[in-house]
Structures are given as structure tokens and as C-alpha cells.
């Protein structure tokens, strides 16, 4: 592999990683306030299926963009009141989401649009385009240095900026404000933090609808920058990929970077590479495209090591009389 196609290999890397990680950024949030959420893949369906409708119809990707984190927020604040308000089981209030999400993006789809159960392609205008950072074409036949700016650090959309520049702010968030105190008090302790007077539902609503902020942006992206309009299930798992690098990172900010952009080089090599040859060994595409997938179980089946999650993670909070 020569330094052209693995400055390509890992530009890719970061596109297919930037929805993974704003989602399990998402879930992050959520988790660590004690509401555990397998309903990620929904809301990033129903968000990329809104966000590319709308940004058709009105031919601006912005409203596409808000319409996507509203319906990814409406998903998030149901399951809120199923599981904080109501005190529901959290696993089956997530599995419901995505079952509605999966249901009804189709459903919307075939009646506005009549294609099938997707959206009309976007055009320029509806998709987020590429952002050229400053120099990127003077410094670009500069050996060695020249394609690493101009090629993997220039010409994302803003959403991926975005979404590593939320890495450093949710660990800021997190570790070093008061909120954020709270919040991990609220998934270790919720009692403790109900006794010093702090509303523990609150904090937990807060941090659901912080999980919906952050999936809506990630579903935009899939419909409006990765690609050019939504089509049946084109989340493919990516909810329940974040949700194991969550796990992998032990539920904190910069090793779900890391986690994130692992899944993501798995499918940036899948794609660059129909089938790669060890030796005498062949291994074929469709193992390399089943590799984030395997990887999911093994991380889900504990064999990267034991990871602890928040205390009162899954518990819904009885405030004692």
C-alpha cells in the first residue's frame, strides 16, 4: 500500500467514523446519567430520513438539518417519559424506537415521495458540501505533508468537524464542569444527588435530549453528507455499532474516539479493497464487510476486557418519601 492510497484508506476511515462517533457520544450522555439506550439506531434513522426529506422539499440542507435533530429529539423525549417519567424497562422503550423509527420512515417515505420508501436525490443545495481549509491547494504537492492536509484534514463537510470537535467538549462537559458532575452522580448515585437537592430527573432528561441532539446531527450526516438522500434502514446497524464502542471505550469520551475510528477503518478497508490477499490467503470481501459486525459481538461478549457501566445504569429512580 502506497502513502496516496492510505491517505485515502484513512480519509474514508473518518468519514464512515463521524456518525458512529456522534452516536456514541449520543449514548455516552445518556448512559452516564443512568438511562441506557439501544434506541440510538432508531433515532438516527428517523433523523436521516427527515433531514433528507425536508432538505428535498425545500431545497436547503440547514432545514433538513434542524428537521432531523427535531424528529431525533420528539424519539428522545418519548423515551424519557417512558423510562424516567413512567418508569419503564429502558431496553424495551429503546427496542420500540426502533422499531417505529424502522416502520415509519418507510411508511412517510412512500406517501410524500412515492419512490419506494426513500427520498428523492439531493442535489446541490440539500447536501452539505465539502469545506476546503485555507492553504489545502498551495500546500498540496508538498511532499508527505501535502496530502495529509489537503486530503484528510481538508474537504470533510462541517458535520465531521463538528463531530471531533465534540470529542474535547464532551470530556469538558463531563470532567470539568458542575453539570457534568452531576451527571455521573446521577448514573453512579442518584439517591446521593436527590439528597443534596438536585432534581435527578432533570439531569437525566437533560442528558436524553443531549443523546438526541447529538443522534439527530449523526443522522443528518448520513443523508445529507455521506450520501445524497435517505434510503430503507441506511443507519445498517450503525446505533448498535456505537453502542459497542461505547462499551469498548468504557464510557469515556477520547477512547470512544479511538473505538470509533477503528469501526470505521473495518469499513473503510471493506470498501477500498474487494478482497485482500495474505500470502497464498485470500480473504474475500464479504469478510471484510462482516468485520465491524463481528467485532460487535466480540466487544458485546466481554472478550476486550471487563468494562463497568454507571451503577444505577438501567434502574429507574423511586425518590423516597
Not at 463538528?162 to 446521577?186: E, N
Not at 439528597?195 to 438526541?212: F, N, P
Not at 443523508?223 to 471505550?249: H, S
Request: aromatic share 10%.
Amino acid at each position: 500500500m502506497d502513502f496516496l492510497t492510505l491517505i485515502q484508506v484513512l480519509d474514508s476511515t473518518v468519514r464512515l467514523a463521524t456518525p458512529l462517533l456522534l452516536a456514541c457520544l449520543a449514548g455516552l450522555f445518556s448512559e452516564r446519567a443512568g438511562i441506557f439506550d439501544i434506541g440510538l439506531e432508531g433515532k438516527m434513522l428517523m433523523a436521516a430520513f427527515f433531514s433528507a426529506a425536508i432538505a428535498a422539499t425545500t431545497g436547503n440542507v440547514w432545514y433538513g438539518l434542524l428537521a432531523g435533530i427535531a424528529s431525533s429529539l420528539a424519539l428522545s423525549g418519548l423515551h424519557g417519559l417512558a423510562s424516567i417519567t413512567f418508569r419503564g424497562n429502558q431496553l424495551i422503550s429503546g427496542v420500540a424506537i426502533n422499531f417505529l423509527a424502522a416502520g415509519m420512515t418507510v411508511l412517510i417515505a412512500q406517501d410524500w415521495f412515492q419512490q419506494g420508501g426513500r427520498t428523492p436525490s439531493l442535489i446541490s443545495g440539500g447536501r452539505f458540501e465539502p469545506i476546503t481549509l485555507p492553504f489545502a491547494d498551495a500546500i498540496e504537492p508538498v511532499p508527505f505533508i501535502g496530502p495529509i492536509y489537503s486530503e484528510l484534514l481538508s474537504g470533510h463537510s462541517i458535520l465531521v468537524y463538528l463531530a471531533f470537535l465534540a470529542v474535547p467538549a464532551t470530556a469538558w462537559i463531563l470532567f470539568g464542569t458542575r453539570f457534568g458532575l452531576r451527571l455521573r452522580a446521577v448514573g453512579e448515585n442518584p439517591a446521593a444527588v436527590d439528597t443534596a437537592g438536585v432534581s435527578v430527573v432533570g439531569l437525566r432528561y437533560a442528558a436524553v435530549m443531549i443523546c438526541g441532539l447529538l443522534c439527530g446531527i449523526a443522522g443528518a450526516y448520513l443523508a445529507t453528507a455521506l450520501q445524497a438522500g435517505f434510503v430503507k434502514d441506511m443507519t445498517a446497524g450503525r446505533g448498535f455499532i456505537a453502542l459497542a464502542a461505547l462499551i469498548f471505550a468504557k464510557w469515556r469520551p477520547w477512547h470512544a474516539l479511538g473505538a470509533c475510528l477503528l469501526f470505521g477503518l473495518l469499513q473503510a478497508v471493506a470498501l477500498r479493497f474487494q478482497n485482500i490477499e495474505l500470502g497464498t490467503i485470500v480473504i474475500p470481501v464479504q469478510f471484510m464487510d462482516a468485520l465491524p459486525y463481528i467485532l460487535t459481538v466480540v466487544i458485546l461478549a466481554g472478550f476486550v476486557g471487563k468494562a463497568i457501566p454507571p451503577k444505577a445504569g438501567g434502574e429507574p429512580y423511586v425518590k423516597e418519601r
